[in-house]
């Protein structure tokens, strides 16, 4: 069970601190709507809600199990499934201006760079010192960034900038492959080249 | 004994469960699951011998914890039955068109809960084992939100006449002396009961209005340090105005169709 909470806190969040306030008077929705303004709608809903609840009488009504069945399958699913992946993609803050000027600091052209951040380039065969460069470039680890191109490739959207690689999911190839193949000058494959572990 | 809650306030004092909950744990926890779950199975809140749900949760987190998942289930079914007994009041098929497809949404969300819970991930239910009726309403609130048919009105911001219609100065009286008025019998059960009732089926912005009036909320204020409904609703005064006024209207329909019954 994790306790930390975390620093923004979720509406729903918000609304369960509410509900279990000892009173829902004018002073603690007061406290909670100077506190969480973001919240405000929900936060006079769900006080209202509240109020509704405390009259509304539960009668015992004839159910079928079907719903808690479903509810039932839909708990499995949820518990069954792989843990998330945690990696985060390093390239996802930078806008069209930064990614060709990231381009430009390291030397190479969008191509290259689309390659590395689409992970069409087989992570294994990065030199160790272009990563290093390119976390610094990225201002994120070098183990981050090594966790992000080491995971599976993926066609990557929602970028805002034309491309002229056609999105889709690439089949991974070397970083030797990627540096002659990304029409890159001579002297920027050479420069590549000889950073080769 | 029980463990203490991990959830901690803002304040970074942890949540506590009431005493009474903490006495059903202590209660409970002497004797086998069997004969736990013949207890939580009784369903009717009025019936003797009715287990408190922050009693189940706290059980159905347990059987988890401890890898007893064939118990666990039982403690699931048990609870979300009484889950589906909260949403058939709260959200009634009279209330809602499509009221069951959303009870099954709202249901299959809770399971959900359950289920990151189980897998120790940012665990909300805490809450449940605190106040689980109030808990769960917020929850609903939070998932209809989303889910719900939207009744709200859309005004707007800033416009002194919602629709066009004009509210009378009757009218306009009437709403005052009605939530200004005896408060007596505003503190009957009875009278409140019916109140609320009639409020819950007032569209969402008139609802807001409503319920701020009888939190004690000012319309408006000079002062600007005052939190008033105009400022909380973000909208002009004479708008809050005239959705108390149309929302007083409609309760006092409602209200004597009831008396008249």
């Not at chain 1, 990563?131 to 599976?152: E, F, H, I, K, N």
């Not at chain 2, 006495?23 to 736990?36: F, N, P, Q, T, Y």
């Not at chain 2, 666990?72 to 909260?86: A, D, G, N, P, T």
Request: contains cysteine; hydrophobic residues 40%.
């Amino acid at each position: 069970m994790i306790a930390e909470q975390p620093p923004d806190r979720s509406e729903e969040e918000v609304l369960l601190a509410f509900s279990v306030e000892p009173t829902h008077d004018r002073k603690t929705l007061e406290q909670y709507l100077a506190d969480y303004p973001e919240h405000a709608k929900a936060l006079i809903a769900c006080s209202i809600e509240l109020m509704v609840d405390a009259t509304r009488s539960v009668e015992t009504v004839a159910t079928s199990d079907n719903a808690v069945d479903r509810a039932w399958q839909r708990f499995q699913s949820v518990v069954s499934q792989p843990e998330e992946a945690s990696v985060i993609n390093p390239f996802a803050t930078l806008n069209p201006t930064s990614f060709k000027s990231l381009a430009k600091k390291l030397d190479i052209n969008n191509l290259m760079l689309i390659r590395l951040r689409d992970r069409a380039i087989v992570a294994a065969t990065i030199p160790r010192h272009f990563v290093q460069r390119l976390a610094a470039g990225l201002g994120a680890t070098t183990d981050a960034v090594m966790d992000y191109l080491r995971s599976p490739p993926a066609m990557v959207s929602g970028h805002s900038f034309r491309s002229t690689v056609k999105p889709a999911v690439t089949e991974q190839i070397t970083f030797e492959k990627a540096v002659e193949t990304s029409q890159l000058t001579p002297d920027q494959q050479e420069a590549l080249k000889a950073l080769q572990d | 004994m029980p463990e203490p809650l991990k959830r901690k306030r803002k304040d970074g004092t942890p949540y506590e469960r009431p005493a009474g909950i903490e006495d059903w744990l202590k209660k409970l926890e002497i004797v086998d699951a069997s004969e736990r779950l013949r207890q939580f199975a009784t369903l009717g809140r009025k019936s003797p011998g009715y287990v408190p749900s922050e009693v189940l949760i706290h059980f159905l987190r347990r059987a988890w914890a401890e890898g007893m998942h064939g118990d666990f289930e039982k403690h699931f079914r048990i609870l979300m039955k009484r889950v589906e007994q909260s949403l058939c009041s709260a959200i009634s098929d009279a209330r809602l068109a499509g009221a069951r497809g959303i009870r099954d949404e709202i249901m299959g969300r809770f399971a959900e809960r359950i289920a990151k819970d189980c897998r120790g991930r940012v665990g909300l239910l805490d809450f449940y084992e605190v106040h689980f009726d109030q808990a769960f309403a917020a929850f609903r609130t939070s998932v209809l939100r989303q889910i719900g048919p939207s009744t709200v009105e859309t005004v707007p911001l800033g416009t002194d006449e919602d629709d066009g219609l004009e509210i009378s100065a009757e009218v306009e009286a009437a709403a005052a002396e009605f939530l200004g008025g005896d408060p007596e019998k505003i503190d009957d059960p009875a009278f409140r009961s019916a109140l609320t009732s009639a409020i819950d089926s007032l569209p969402d912005d008139q609802k807001q209005v409503i319920g701020l009036l009888l939190q004690g909320f000012q319309i408006d204020s000079k002062d600007k340090d005052v939190m008033t409904i105009a400022r909380i609703l973000q909208c002009d005064e004479r708008t809050v105005r005239n959705r108390r006024d149309r929302a007083c209207k409609a309760l006092k329909i409602i209200l004597q169709e009831e008396n008249a019954q």
